[in-house]
């Protein structure tokens, strides 16, 4: 299939002016080739992604990324970042294009926190007008905020995750932002949300979220993994004989109890 034509008909849900201010998106590493017929999915493309890919001796026509590969101005990352520089310009000389789909994804439809909502089972889903990378959606049946937690440890398989449970007992409405959207837990709390699920959260931001009288759990960025079986499912509508291949390389820490 041509191309262009994967990425305008991606564009469609995705386009990039839903991007962030400070994002970057798009390509990364280019051109792009004129035919794409095997396409690799990776949340972070990294060396190891790049070995894996030469392991398998995979013909790649395309690295569709949701964390940019190149995060600011490519000449000042790639003079600072020697490892990702070497990177580059090993990617380069194996004609392998990559490209990026960050936040454009996470506040497109049928994008990241859609498909976050639904692998929760959420009804009623919908993107606050004061933010609408967030989604928000109701439970079929409420539960209590620790079994909630164990829901979700279990739903996305997480080794585990940190609750505040500071607010209501009881849960049905529930907010998500995948990746590190904790600062936004006062929209949904001002939406009136039962609890926020978002990553990354700061000592700061905790303390606040206890001081409102909040629920809030906080889960791995690598949640966002499911980027990969998401994005897959579109491109497969788009071409159902694309060959996609999904390198799911992301670990999580030790946990040291």
Do not use: C, W
């Not at 794409?36 to 949340?43: E, P």
């Not at 506040?107 to 009623?124: F, S």
């Not at 609890?195 to 906080?218: K, M, P």
């Amino acid at each position: 299939m041509k191309t262009k034509k994967i990425i305008r008909a991606l564009s469609k849900y995705f386009p990039k002016s839903l991007k962030a201010s400070y994002d970057r998106v798009g390509l990364m590493v280019g051109p792009l080739k004129e035919e794409t017929n095997t396409i690799v999915l990776a949340l972070d493309y990294d060396d190891i992604v790049y070995d894996e890919i030469i392991k398998r001796g995979l013909n790649v026509d395309l690295i569709l990324t949701h964390h940019p590969f190149i995060f600011g101005p490519k000449m000042r990352v790639l003079k600072h970042d020697p490892i990702k520089a070497a990177l580059f310009e090993k990617t380069v000389q194996a004609k392998m294009p990559v490209y990026s789909m960050h936040t454009n994804f996470d506040t497109g439809k049928r994008g990241m926190n859609d498909a976050l909502a639904e692998k929760m089972n959420l009804g009623n889903v919908y993107a606050p007008i004061s933010d609408k990378m967030m989604r928000i959606g109701e439970l079929s049946e409420t539960m209590n905020v620790y079994d909630f937690a164990n829901f979700v440890k279990e739903t996305f398989d997480l080794p585990f995750v940190e609750l505040l449970p500071y607010g209501k007992q009881e849960i049905k409405k529930v907010a998500v932002i995948g990746g590190g959207g904790s600062r936004a837990f006062t929209v949904a709390k001002d939406e009136g949300a039962d609890i926020f699920i978002s990553g990354d959260v700061v000592h700061h931001v905790r303390r606040d979220i206890v001081l409102q009288h909040f629920n809030y759990l906080n889960v791995y960025h690598e949640t966002e993994r499911i980027f990969m079986p998401q994005m897959k499912k579109l491109l497969l509508e788009i071409d159902p004989t694309l060959n996609v291949v999904i390198i799911d390389h992301e670990t999580y820490p030790v946990l040291i109890k």
